[in-house]
Nanobody, 119 residues
Framework: QVQLVESGGGLVQPGGSLRLSCAASGFTFSSYAMSWYRQAPGKERELVAA????????NYADSVKGRFTISRDNAKNTVYLQMNSLKPEDTAVYYC????????????WGQGTQVTVSS
């Protein structure tokens, strides 16, 4: 049974930091690229950050470059999103995504964790 379980969300003041975690199970984590997406009320889901299966390459949305860092620990089947210098516009539900592309593409989502940036 595939599971992606996000944690670490919450309420934080502008300028603060949060670290999101996504614990994976039920599939070969080290074979999957991992990403964080977010969706704010009334907006489409957008890609925040992505990391390749071995962790050798990352990419970020322009809006979070220099503030957010994605990383993974394949020994712990976990991907992280360190979020610094948070802004009110970072408020959203953050989702973990796992994907493996090939003849068949496998794509899994977590249930999401709420991040609220407000004073």
């Amino acid at each position: 049974q595939v599971q992606l379980v996000e944690s670490g969300g919450g309420l934080v003041q502008p300028g603060g930091s949060l670290r999101l975690s996504c614990a994976a199970s039920g599939f070969t984590f080290s074979s999957y690229a991992m990403s964080w997406y977010r969706q704010a009320p009334g907006k489409e889901r957008e890609l925040v950050a992505a990391i390749t299966s071995a962790g050798g390459s990352t990419n970020y949305a322009d809006s979070v470059k220099g503030r957010f860092t994605i990383s993974r620990d394949n020994a712990k089947n976990t991907v992280y999103l360190q979020m610094n210098s948070l802004k009110p516009e970072d408020t959203a539900v953050y989702y973990c995504n796992a994907v493996r592309r090939g003849v068949i593409t496998y794509n899994y989502w977590g249930q999401g964790t709420q991040v609220t940036v407000s004073s």
